[in-house]
């Protein structure tokens, strides 16, 4: 998909390292690199980051879905975190599941190489 540069990046996603890796309709993977700002107390990926992760991902999946001349928000989010992150990248992977008039359901999971490290399922409203 052939999209404006200003359209699927923003500041935020810029700060924290958020690279897009594909997007289709519906679909979008974005990746984030562990580096030291994104750490914990513990030395180990916030889970800050790992949710911002997932809310950029998911954002440009609804985008994709609905057309990127139409704004949409996120309405509600849960995640589970499965699995801590030391070090090297994560990869989150977003698909609209639902694609209503007003409403889109969308799930996300954020993987390093074959392991799970969250799950997520958010509500995004078409403003």
Known sequence: ??????????????????SLQRLEAGVAEVSLAVAPHLRNRGQKLHGGAIFSLVDIAMGLAC????????????????????????D????????????????LVVDADVVQGDKLVAKAQGTFVAL
Do not use: W
Not at 72 to 85: G, P
């Open 88 to 103: 090297g990248e994560v990869l989150c992977t977003a698909r609209v599941l639902h694609a209503g008039k007003r409403t």
């Open 1 to 18: 998909m052939d999209v404006a540069p200003e359209y699927v990046q923003s500041a935020f996603s810029q700060l924290l390292g958020c």
């Open 63 to 86: 985008s994709s879905s609905h057309g990127f001349e139409q704004q949409s928000v996120t309405l509600e989010c849960k995640i589970n975190y499965l699995r801590a992150v030391s």
